[in-house]
Nanobody
Framework: QVQLVESGGGLVQAGGSLRLSCATS????????MGWFRQGPGKEREFVAA????????NYADSVKGRFTISRDNARNTVYLQMNSLKPEDTAEYYC?????????????????WGKGTLVTVSP
């Protein structure tokens, strides 16, 4: 079982930055594709970003391209989401996700492991 714990959420003004972290104690981390998803108020959960186990491949939702960067540190079993130029519409609960298969993260369906989320609030 892989437990994912997110941190780094909070309240920030529009234009500001936050860095989210997702850590696991599982040694399986190095073989997992990782992703970030978010669910805003009254909205469905949506894909934000993904990174494969080697960090060679990354993908982003169009809404965050150029502003968010996903990265991972396999030595620390941690994946990060650097969020810059934040907008009020980025306000959401952000969830970390993991799956042995990268395309599952991209497809958002059937992801094997989920964190409990961290709240990001962007004020105007």
């Amino acid at each position: 079982q892989v437990q994912l714990v997110e941190s780094g959420g909070g309240l920030v003004q529009a234009g500001g930055s936050l860095r989210l972290s997702c850590a696991t104690s599982s040694r399986a981390f190095i073989g997992l594709a990782m992703g970030w998803f978010r669910q805003g108020p009254g909205k469905e959960r949506e894909f934000v970003a993904a990174i494969d186990w080697s960090a060679v491949s990354t993908n982003y939702a169009d809404s965050v391209k150029g502003r968010f960067t996903i990265s991972r540190d396999n030595a620390r079993n941690t994946v990060y989401l650097q969020m810059n130029s934040l907008k009020p519409e980025d306000t959401a609960e952000y969830y970390c996700a993991a799956d042995p298969t990268y395309r599952v993260i991209l497809g958002s369906s059937g992801v094997k492991y989920w964190g409990k989320g961290t709240l990001v609030t962007v004020s105007p």
